[in-house]
């Protein structure tokens, strides 16, 4: 499956502190989740449906 990412609206953490070694994410238009490497955002994104997207973040959570 290809996603066109070009007009994705990316973002960071705001605990992120503003340094180059983070994750960032975008909530896209079918409800999708792009994710990617902030050093590297011209670099291969993963995109994740919203059930996978909660379930990760649930997990963290736990941890």
């Known amino acids: 499956m290809t996603v066109d990412l ?4 990316w973002f960071k ?4 502190g503003g340094d180059k070694n983070c994750v960032e994410v975008a ?6 989740v792009g994710i990617r490497d902030s050093k590297n955002p011209a670099g291969p994104a993963l995109v994740v449906d919203p059930v996978a997207w909660d379930s990760f973040l649930a997990s963290v959570a736990r941890a």
């Open 27 to 32: 909530f896209l238009t079918d409800g999708a």
């Open 13 to 16: 953490s705001s605990r992120s």
């Open 6 to 9: 070009s007009n994705a609206d």
